[in-house]
């Protein structure tokens, strides 16, 4: 039972054009969101995060959308970069006490196109 | 640089091996933990330790042991290696409770044939 899930394995998109990556989830529980970004060889390192007191937060280039009654998020990239070309990964956790476990979608492949 | 360190960074291995991943951080973070990345299924998390001296199951436990030595290493030992463990293996740390800056290791990606 996947409870994190990003539907787009890949996603191409020309370069200073809005990059948007889709995350949706199942457990009501979820209370807190986080967006990785991996390139290859190397960890995953955090990007940005959201509570679920919010529906949106913005780091820069980087703004992450949450819908709660659709149990749906999404980083929005404005502009794209060459350098954003990685793996993205949306995670979640909440529900249980005292952990810090998160659970992890499947990832999307972003290329930026010069 | 401070952060999390895993060793091996690669590893053939052959059915029935057994072998430890080692990785240890330098942060002074209470909790670590062990996740896989297999293509198409993100990363799942193996087994966690919330602070020294305990250990959890995560969500894929099954065919592997762990132990936190000290604040600082975490050890993921498989003890009879099989294929399905083909993977590539991510040690993680955060300080503690309501932090959420999960530290990364580099990986390692184990083979088994």
């Known amino acids: 039972d996947q409870q994190v899930k990003q539907n787009s394995p890949s996603l191409s998109v020309q370069e200073g054009r809005i990059s948007i990556l889709n995350c949706d989830y199942t457990n009501s529980m979820f209370d807190y969101f986080l967006w990785y970004k991996k390139y290859p060889a190397e960890g995953p390192t955090f990007l940005i995060s959201?509570?679920?007191?919010?529906d949106k937060n913005e780091d820069g280039r980087f703004t992450v959308f949450l819908n709660k009654s659709a149990k749906h998020l999404s980083l929005h990239i404005v502009p794209s970069q060459p350098g954003d070309s990685a793996v993205y990964f949306c995670a979640a956790s909440g529900g249980e006490k005292g952990a810090q476990k998160l659970v992890f979608g499947q990832g999307t492949r972003l290329t930026i196109n010069p | 640089n401070a952060g999390v360190t895993q060793t091996p960074k690669f590893q053939v291995l052959k059915t029935g091996q057994s072998m430890t991943l080692q990785c240890a951080q330098d942060?002074?973070?209470?909790?670590m933990y062990w996740y896989r990345q297999d293509p198409g299924m993100g990363l799942r998390l193996i087994y966690y330790?919330?602070?020294?001296?305990?250990?959890d199951k995560g969500e894929v436990p099954n065919g592997y042991n762990v132990s936190r030595l000290n604040k600082r290493e975490f050890s993921l030992r498989l003890e009879s290696a099989a294929p399905s463990q083909t993977s590539v293996y991510f040690c993680?740390?955060?300080?503690?409770?309501?932090?959420?800056?999960?530290?990364f290791g580099s990986g390692t990606r184990l083979t088994v044939v």
């Open positions: 959201i509570s679920s007191i919010k």
């Open positions: 330790s919330a602070s020294e001296g305990t250990t």
């Open positions: 942060m002074n973070h209470n909790s």
């Open positions: 993680a740390s955060t300080p503690g409770w309501g932090d959420w800056g999960y530290t």
